[in-house]
């Protein structure tokens, strides 16, 4: 009984199997799983399950007139890591305390941490600790032309070790806005592509979104997803004409979005109360030709050649004059912010330069961007104030992200949790993918054998989300997306998150989880417990503790009195007996309702 894995998988069926005390809290953990995913599905109501009421209410909110939720400092900070980095871990937790919860100064630290992680034990550049793993420059080299080998490892290594967290934190959000996927990659050595476009989020991340979106749109792996790379002016003869992939992709999902914001991020409307279109066919057609003539930078040998190397992938993409489309464009025609190209005037780059400036000057940006952010970030539903100040810092840095950052982060609504529906609002669903990086990073993780093969977790039956494995340019889910017939719809939020949430992903999350617990030999992965298993002894501390560096102490009590409950079912004689409660709280924890609400 020492090891949680003989349990077998998580049944819906929670009654089944209760002989032993640790099939009885496997049996409990079915029955949380199953009620998030009722949850997920409309089968309940869709809010996040209530925190305990406040013995001694504080001070109302300005913005919502609604009394406040005390938080210690532990809490607090643990709460701000979640959000900020990949976990809260104790040391973290203290170190945010003793410096009085100065969270500019942690962000500073971070922001100053260079972008590759100078502790790391493999060589800092990924692509060189890749070509040092098997895949020499040989012959066999070339049977990882078109698979995605090394994918998975490189990025799991990044999350599991780095100590970058913040910027970690960042690309991954990054990642689920400009998104680009192993799953439509059709090139030699594509899995180094996307390696070189997270490499290329890490180092821009803290840049200017202007720098940022320049890189992203010269970026040999944008380039391949949305088929700029290679696009040619058109041609009335062979009525060949350019592609518009990109430049849609460029306006609806990656600056302006569909419809005019006002700078909190609400629908801009017209005199008939209707809402504002940002953009024409007409401005696409016109962009698409801004984009014509650019491909990869293939100096030594040609991308598709038998003999090519996977160093192109890591080069942005540059223009070819004579298949660029030089005639005069104008984008956004008759609005003050209209963009105008005059015929030749000016190089396929200078070109692209002006209309990328242009773009980025647009009003919708600040806001359409700001959101995102904090959606990614904070909350599922940014409240205006929220979106309108950061919006205001974006506007008046010129776009620059540590300062958006910081903004996101440091601003009243996201650092003070309410009661009620502010408490609804100011929360979000944690993707499984962040879930499992959190228990990870606290049981220490580790690949033995240094190749840290986590593999490709998307599968319903496992996260059902993996690190650049997004379905479509949408996400794994859309900003916007609303769980149909849930409390969520009833009280006009969205909950992005819940789109890859149903009865098959809990399910398969839980039993994944439960697989993991003791580590996954394998693929060479291991766990340590050791930091944990001072408190097994005492239930209610082991509880504690754990909910303080999972949630901020954000549990319903009733969680916590049944996770309790269980764990002091357990015997505490042994190690291996202490180490089975730890993984057994883990787990409780980890499958719980209101430990997947992020508040």
Known sequence: MSDIRENGPVQLDASAGAASPLNAWVGAAAVVAVSASLTGCGGGGGNPAPTAPSPDPSPADPSTGEPAVPLTDEDAASRFLSQAGLCATPDDISALVAGKLDYRAWLNAQFAKPARNANASRPEDRTAWQL????????????????????????????????????????????????????????????????????????????????????????????????????????????RRPDENYARELLQLFTIGLYMLNQDGTLAKDGRGQSIETYTN???????????????????????????????????????????????????????????????????????????????????????????????????????????????????????????????????????????????????????????????RLARMKSTDGLWGVGDLSASDRLGQSPLRSPSVFNFFRPGYVPLKSGVNADGFVAPEFQITDESTVIGYANFMLRHMGGAPEVNIAVDYQDWLVYAPDAKQLVDQLNLVLTGRALAQVTVDVIVNAIQSLPAVTDADLTVRVKAAFFLMLTSPDYMVQR
Request: charged fraction near 20%; hydrophobic fraction near 40%; include cysteine.
């Open 132 to 239: 040092g793993h098997d895949l020499r420059l040989t012959s066999s080299f070339k049977l990882y032309q078109g698979s995605d080998y090394g994918l998975d490892n490189v990025l799991w290594f990044r999350l599991f070790t780095a100590d970058d967290v913040l910027r970690q934190r960042v690309t991954l959000a990054l990642s689920e806005i400009f998104v680009v996927s192993i799953r439509n990659m059709p090139i030699p050595w594509g899995q180094f592509a996307c390696l070189a476009y997270w490499d290329l989020l890490e180092s821009h991340c803290f840049g200017t979104f202007r720098q940022l979106i320049e890189a992203v749109t010269l970026s040999p792996a944008m380039g391949v997803y949305l088929s700029m790379r290679g696009s040619r002016k058109g041609d009335d003869t062979s009525g």
């Open 282 to 440: 007409d401005d696409i057609t016109q962009l698409a030709k801004v984009m014509t003539g650019w491909d990869m930078d293939s100096l030594r040998v040609p991308a598709y050649d038998a003999d090519t190397t996977p160093d192109y992938t890591a080069r942005p993409m540059v223009a070819h004059g004579d298949l660029h489309d030089a005639t005069a464009k104008t984008i956004f025609a008759g609005k003050p912010y209209a963009i105008e190209v005059k015929a030749g005037a000016a190089t396929p780059a200078d070109e692209l330069k002006q209309v990328l400036d242009g773009i980025c000057a647009h009003p919708n940006v600040a806001p359409f961007i700001s959101k995102q952010l904090i959606q990614r970030l904070v909350s599922s539903n940014p409240e205006p104030l929220h979106v309108s100040r950061v919006a205001q810092v974006f506007k008046d840095t010129g776009g620059d992200l540590k300062a958006v950052i910081t903004a996101v982060l440091t601003d009243p609504l996201a650092r003070d949790p309410l009661t009620g529906n502010a408490a609804v609002r100011r929360s979000k669903l944690r993707e499984p993918m962040l879930r499992f990086v959190q228990w990870g």
